[in-house]
């Protein structure tokens, strides 16, 4: 039905840059708004980014000016350029519909910044 693959995270330093991808298969897609979600260990899932299908995008205030949200239609695919990562910019990263999650929720990828 919907089926969301996120991958692209890894260990960083503080200040370094990352781009995850998110692979998504359903119409859905083409329909709704995407965003990228995150959860650190003991935390809230919080939404830090979102792209409208007009292709206009918001950030949660602790990710404005370092994250960038894109996507690519045709490959089905949504992405979030990383810079001057932070160690509070650690958690599991996810994509969804945004600003309301559906329940198909892929395996997230991990995003690490530490020295």
């Known amino acids: 039905q919907v089926q969301r693959v996120e991958s692209g995270g890894g260990l960083v330093q503080p200040g370094g840059t990352l781009r995850l991808s998110c692979k998504a298969s359903?119409?859905?897609?083409?329909?709704?708004?995407m965003g990228w979600y995150r959860q650190a260990p003991g935390k809230q899932r919080e939404l830090v980014a979102i792209?409208?299908?007009?292709?206009?995008?918001d950030y949660t205030d602790s990710v404005k000016g370092r994250f960038t949200i894109s996507r690519d239609s045709a490959k089905m695919t949504v992405y979030l350029q990383m810079n001057s990562l932070k160690p509070e910019d650690t958690a599991v990263y996810y994509c969804?519909?945004?600003?309301?999650?559906?329940?198909?929720w892929g395996q997230g990828t991990q995003v690490t910044v530490s020295s």
């Open positions: 969804n519909n945004a600003p309301g999650a559906d329940d198909y």
């Open positions: 359903g119409s859905i897609f083409d329909i709704n708004a």
């Open positions: 792209i409208r299908s007009d292709g206009s995008t």
